[in-house]
């Protein structure tokens, strides 16, 4: 399998077809490490010097050639295939140096052991090539560009969201130049539209928790950048979705055929978020500044939290780009004492109805239970019928419930409108509430 990639592939694609110049290709193998008693892959050099001088194939220890998914579990050697944009010079001191004239274009794991739990390697019993080639870094050496984002694959993306937006046009700004971060803020939206639009045409979705959460802090981001730095009104985030399905659909035709789809998805988050935005920037900014060292407190997070809707993460982030951490600690106390005042207070006063925290509409989601559907509140003068999804007690979910005892179903669909974060209605017999809402 090796011997057939370097007899076929590499000289026939990158140098025959595409048309990259051999001597401005280099090649990195995996050097030994005698700390872990791995040799070095002579196989990978000796296949290399068939097509690449001495000077031009080079060895690198574990930090650049031995790759690994985690702590633990598959891993093995790697070579890759690295491109010097330059030419007519020896780039090899700068190869695996962040040069970003020379830049890794082809990687090849050689997956052959399992990393244990004690560190150990265990050789695997069946053993394969895992190879992969950046194909925004390959589009920007066959298009002469020294960045990713100059390429016709970001490009159109720019032109959207500068029509979306309003903002100057994307002016290829980096660091300090970049003072008003406008082009900053290009690069997270387009970046962050891509990832989101193929993940939810894979079928990912935002949400609470694992990759879900990772979808929903991506979303955020770009929604913060666009809202508070290219002034975008609510809305244009999703709106991007079309250009990523012109650009990349002829290759991914799922983009095509689940765009709509992805753009439900993406609206409906972004309409959630953006009731929160812009209050809880406001505040953020005020709590920041009255910050004396470098610590917002957990009860300045709590605060944004519980009044305002902003999420912790965000106001993780948003401190981390002032050089500000955040007192999680602190935050898990505020927390935890709203929750208890929370719960004695239903205990005291009947006349407060049932309140779901945050716990209670997680173990909903947990069991399936999706948010309630509200859309029949457009329909006018028309009987609702739904069912009963779960039962709450305040403190917990029951099977069932019956005599006087004061509790909370949550229903499927509903025909009245939310107030305050979920709508409460009793009944005066049997004490029963509707709690319309879950999140």
């Known amino acids: 399998m090796l011997s057939d990639f370097f007899c076929l592939k590499y000289p026939l694609l990158l140098v025959q077809i595409y048309g990259l110049p ?23 050099r000796d296949l290399w010097l068939k097509f690449l001088p001495n000077k031009r194939v080079l060895p690198f220890g574990s930090k650049d050639n031995f790759w690994e998914m985690g702590d633990t579990g598959p891993c093995g050697p790697c070579t890759e295939i690295h491109f010097d944009r330059i030419g007519n010079r020896d780039a090899a001191s700068l190869v695996n140096n962040d040069d970003p004239t020379v830049i890794e274009i082809w990687n090849l794991v050689f997956i052959q052991f399992n990393r244990e739990s004690d560190g150990s390697l265990k050789p695997l019993p069946a053993k394969h090539v895992d190879t992969g080639l950046g194909f925004e870094r390959l589009t920007s050496v066959l298009q002469n560009k020294m960045s990713n984002y100059d390429t016709d694959v970001f490009l159109p993306i720019f032109d959207a969201i500068q029509q979306a937006t309003g903002a100057r046009a994307y002016s290829r700004k980096i660091g300090a130049d970049d003072a008003d971060n406008v082009d900053m803020a290009y690069r997270v939206v387009a970046d962050h539209i891509r990832t989101l639009s193929f993940a939810i045409a894979d079928g990912a979705c935002p949400g609470n928790e694992g990759r879900e959460y990772v979808l929903r802090r991506i979303l955020r981001r770009a929604v913060r950048y666009g809202t508070e730095v290219l002034k975008a009104k609510q809305g244009f985030f999703s709106g991007l979705v079309k250009v990523v399905v012109e650009v990349m659909g002829d290759v991914f035709p799922e983009l ?47 605060v944004l939290w519980d009044t305002y809707g902003f999420p912790l993460d965000l106001t993780q982030l948003m401190a981390e780009e002032r050089g500000l951490a955040v007192d ?24 407060i109805g049932i309140i779901m925290d945050a716990d209670a509409t997680t173990a909903l989601r947990k069991k399936g239970v999706v948010t309630t559907n509200d859309t029949f509140k457009y329909t006018w003068f028309q009987d609702h019928e739904s069912e009963i999804k779960a039962i709450y007690g305040g403190n917990e979910f029951f099977e069932s419930a019956s005599g006087d005892v004061r509790v909370g179903i949550i229903l499927e669909s509903t025909s009245f409108y939310a107030e305050q974060g979920g709508q409460v209605k009793p009944c005066p017999v049997c004490h029963i509430e509707l709690l319309f809402g879950n999140g």
Do not use: C, M, W
Not at 26 to 39: C, E, N, V
Not at 257 to 273: C, D, K, P, R
């Open 22 to 44: 051999a001597d401005q290709i280099y090649a990195t193998y995996f050097g030994g490490d005698d700390k872990s008693g791995l040799p070095a892959d002579f196989e990978a």
């Open 256 to 302: 095509r055929q689940h765009e709509v789809h992805i753009s439900n998805t993406i609206a409906i988050e972004e309409a959630s978020f953006g009731r929160t935005l812009v209050h809880g920037i406001e505040k953020f900014k005020k709590a920041a500044q009255d910050v004396q060292g470098n610590t917002l407190s957990g009860q300045d997070a709590f």
């Open 328 to 351: 999680i600690n602190g935050f898990n106390i505020a927390l935890n004492e709203a929750r208890e005042r929370s719960r004695n207070a239903q205990n005291k006063q009947a006349g």
